[in-house]
């Protein structure tokens, strides 16, 4: 989940929900801020023009039709023109 790691672990650092929380407490200038802090902290090497980012381990926001999944919008659509 986090890089840095010594040992595997097979407890995780945190809630998966604290990160959004705490990126929809800072808001965009808090974000800003870390952003600007993180650009000084590595100086020039931050502004190269090209950066390879390896995103394998992050969730993905895909989704696959599925039986149960279309049956719920045929019940949904069904529902929606008996109530017209």
Not at 17 to 42: H, N, Q, W
Not at 56 to 69: L, S
């Amino acid at each position: 989940m986090f890089c840095g790691e010594t040992v595997f672990q097979w407890q995780l650092p945190c809630d998966s929900s604290d990160m959004t929380y705490f990126r929809k407490r800072i808001g965009e200038a808090g974000f800003e801020k870390v952003l600007s802090c993180s650009i000084a902290l590595f100086g020039e090497t931050a502004l190269e023009e090209e950066v390879c980012i390896d995103s394998t381990v992050q969730e993905k926001n895909v989704t696959f039709p599925t039986d149960a999944k279309q049956y719920r919008k045929i019940i949904a659509r069904v529902i929606k023109l008996a109530r017209k």
